[in-house]
């Protein structure tokens, strides 16, 4: 059984650690334990490759390179999880989205909304990096902009 550190757990926050095992989402992570979000993009036309490949999606030579975004963007879709279906101690009620980064909206990230709002989001609405900080790592999750 997998363990998805049941025991560092935040109230309302399904915590999924970060892999150990997947360099190629080291920038990711990285940019989050910073309090920020990075995407690899390719340096010579800006295209973004989410999630990240050896290679470029635009077949120009040579390696990613990793883009420190804003940290803001629009709910592209929702669902309110309202029971737990893993065993991974995630203490619903919670809701998962998925956030278009303004300077990436091609690129759709998995989230978890927190603070006001984040019950009865709605489609198109601003959010922006609100991370969430675990004893032993951060989650990148949103917050619903109020205003
Ligand atoms: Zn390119």
New binding site residues.
Partial sequence: MTDFGASDTVAGIPNFPPPQDVPELDGFWNAVERGCIALPA?P??G?WQWYPLAG?P?G?PGELEWRDLSGHGTIFTFTRVERSFLPSGSNPPYTVALVEPDEAPEVRLVTVLVGPGSAEPVIGSRVTLSPTEFETHTLPTFSVDTR
């Fill in positions: 390719c010579d036309c295209v470029r635009c120009h």
